[in-house]
């Protein structure tokens, strides 16, 4: 037991997993990272980071066969010939879906910090009061006051390009260089502005290094390239991953233990001394089971994956799942809404373009029940657009010297737009394990029960509306709605199922995100949730879990966890 004890132990190497890694090995804990997938070390093991597309034998698409084999991980826009050894296989990993939901999972070391899209927006005083004015989840146990230093300072660690603004609805952050909107997108932002006095359109936030600082050239990162091979592993460390970020900085300061290949089992709860004290693995390639023992532990193994090592974690004195007493555990699952887009086609600037292929799109906070109830449903939605060139090469010419030149001038410029819809976390949304079946690793599988409801067509439809009605006074034609009728989890937004809040009678976690049950265990994934919110929800995640960090250490010190 000696060999294999440890002051902290982090379930998971992925956003959360690599600050809780960082936070507490720079705090003088020696940690140990488990992480159930393969070792992926920066620059080393990014096989296509600099691969052309004639150097992939399909020329970075995917075979039949594979989509056959795999349908879910093949609906996620980011899995192709070059990205597809960083994404979990469907045929690999079953899981059992009671109502179609898409589970798009990274198992690797870094997990989906690799393959995340990068956008990073902070909660609004409005997010976290959002419950309990309107009614539904139960109240945030922390509001924005409390978050809002320690986004300061994981933002500053990450690097994250932004505008200052001075919303009240879309705070402020610490940003690098802001990306620069084009033409097409100024014209657009102008025209509604002056068309709606309760829109704010704003240049996108996103964790990529505009104008690296020194913060960021100490960890060996460079500025980003706009090439937008981001899910490769970028070569320049230009995005935020825990791979080029925080891992490495933890192991510097030698309190790090990284053991990948080890596939949580569950929690050890020890009945006489009454907490929990270890971890139970099982090795992805031997199949031996190993225990390891830490006075905190951090459970870091992305949403659903967390509720699922919790709900596994049995014994006489919680006998649902750790910390399980209310019956709460892996309900209240909620995600985004991603199913609205729409189209449209733009004239005029044609002797414009731009440059690069820049990584975040124009936003506009959400505008609908901000300050109060004003519409037929609840909460509200993000939306983003962006505006672009057609590609070159598709001129309908003959052969010749015109088919040359013709088909290396773009084309018209085209809009494209899309919501960001909260949802409401219902009970008839959970997660449960498998009574009858196990995985190769003998852990039972996850089963899945979660859907829309009427508040998310509603949501749905006045996106339509309000977006149509948007893009024509800003002079777009050609205006085609879309409801992509995608499953849930294709947002790969997934939360909730260990919830923050006040009671223990309905929640999970306390207000730093510390099981109310089992107080040498924290929670500071997506599982951690108690509503959604409208934005991208990675920054809130580290944001957590670096002050989850601050407490639980001051805690072990003050000798209220042993």
Partial sequence: MKSNEYDAIVVGSGISGGWAAKELCEKGLKTLVLERGMNVEHLKDYPTMTSAPWEMPHRNQIPKADKIANPVVNRCYAYKEDTEHFFVKDSEHPYIQEKPFDWVRGYQVGGKSLIWARQTQRWSKYDFEGPRRDGFAVDWPIRYEDIAPWYSYVEKFVGISGSYEGLDTLPDGEFLKAWEMNCVEKEIQKRIKEAYSDRDVIIGRCAHLTDPKEVHLAQGRGQCMARNQCYRGCPFGGYFSSNSSTLPTAAKTGNLTLRPDSVVHSLIYDEKKEKVTGVKIVDRLTKETTEYFAKIIFV???????????????????????????????????????????????????DKYYFGRRPTAVMMPNFRNVKKQEMDFLRGYMTFYSAGRAGFGHADVPFGPDFKKENTKPGPWSVYMMMQGETIPNETNYVSLSKDQVDEWGIPLLEIDVDYDPNDELILKDFHEQ???????????????????????????????????????????????????????????????????????????????????????????????K
């Fill in 467 to 561: 977006g149509e009605e948007m893009l024509t006074k800003a002079g777009c034609i050609n205006i085609h709605k879309s409801d992509s009728k995608q499953a849930p989890g294709l947002d790969i937004h997934e939360m909730g199922g260990v919830r923050m809040g006040y009671d223990p009678k309905t929640s999970l976690l306390n207000g730093f995100n510390q099981m109310h049950l089992a107080p040498n265990v924290f929670v500071t994934d997506g599982a951690c949730m108690t509503s959604t919110g409208t934005q991208n929800p990675s920054i809130t995640y580290m944001a957590l879990t670096a002050r989850a960090v601050d407490y639980a250490v001051k805690e072990l010190k003050r000798g209220n966890i």
């Fill in 300 to 350: 870091n193994a992305s949403a659903l994956n967390s509720n699922l090592i919790l709900l596994n974690s049995v014994s006489k004195r919680f006998p649902n799942g750790l910390g399980n007493d209310s019956g709460v555990l892996g309900k209240f699952i909620a995600f985004h809404n991603y199913r609205g887009t729409i189209g449209a086609s733009y004239e005029g600037f044609k």
